[in-house]
């Protein structure tokens, strides 16, 4: 099965365990940016080198580091059947800049899927989530501001990916695997 997808949606609709379990059922890697992130830093590469003065400064890692890091990526050989990228794009410039990795290497996108939420029941989601692991940092004032970043810079993308008919919205409420069935049922007639 070869499948080239980007899952989108605001923090706490799920896309971290929707991403996995995607990825699994469609044979393909999940890449997020965290970890390409992660990896670089671990692996004392140039690109992770930079990322870490950004990160250790509490500061966004600035999108030519991102989309240099994701173009490394995507060259790999693991992709070569597809890959599910969740955390990229973050905003539209990025969109355009995935476009370019892609035609470059003579792919396109299957399908961009948006995990749909309640801010109300997102909301309440990450605040059981920060009392369960204990991030005190994770107040429903930080919560509701991360949305509205959220809705600010990352949602627009839904729109352009819509605008070229490649946009699937899902419902991320509900038993995980109740929304795992529902995502692979929304993406089946893109991919394959």
């Given at each position: 099965m070869s499948a080239r997808l980007v899952l989108l949606g605001p923090p706490g609709a799920g896309k971290g365990t929707q991403a996995v379990?995607?990825?699994?059922?469609?044979?393909?890697?999940?890449i997020s940016t965290g970890d390409?992130?992660?990896?670089?830093?671990?692996?004392?590469t140039a690109l992770g080198l930079k990322v870490q003065e950004y990160t250790s400064a509490g500061a966004l890692v600035p999108d030519e580091l991102?989309?240099?890091?994701?173009?490394?990526?995507?060259?790999?050989?693991?992709?070569?059947?597809?890959?599910?990228?969740?955390?990229y794009p973050r905003n539209v410039a990025q969109v355009a800049e995935l476009d370019d990795?892609?035609?470059?290497?003579?792919?396109?996108?299957?399908?961009?899927?948006?995990?749909?939420?309640?801010?109300?029941?997102?909301?309440?989601r990450l605040l059981k989530r920060?009392?369960?692991?204990?991030?005190?940092?994770?107040?429903?004032s930080v919560v509701?501001?991360?949305?509205d970043v959220y809705a600010e810079q990352t949602?627009?993308?839904?729109?352009?990916?819509?605008?070229?008919?490649?946009?699937?919205?899902?419902?991320?409420?509900?038993a995980v695997d109740e929304v795992t069935q529902r995502l692979l049922a929304a993406i089946a007639p893109y991919v394959g």
């Open positions: 379990r995607l990825a699994e059922s469609l044979g393909v890697p999940a390409i992130f992660r990896a670089n830093i671990k692996g004392g991102t989309n240099a890091m994701v173009r490394d990526r995507l060259a790999e050989p693991d992709v070569e059947g597809g890959f599910l990228l969740d955390g990795i892609l035609t470059s290497t003579g792919r396109s996108l299957d399908v961009a899927v948006e995990i749909t939420a309640d801010a109300a029941a997102v909301v309440d920060a009392e369960i692991e204990g991030r005190a940092d994770d107040t429903e509701r501001h991360r949305l949602a627009p993308i839904a729109g352009v990916y819509a605008s070229r008919d490649l946009l699937v919205q899902v419902d991320g409420i509900g």
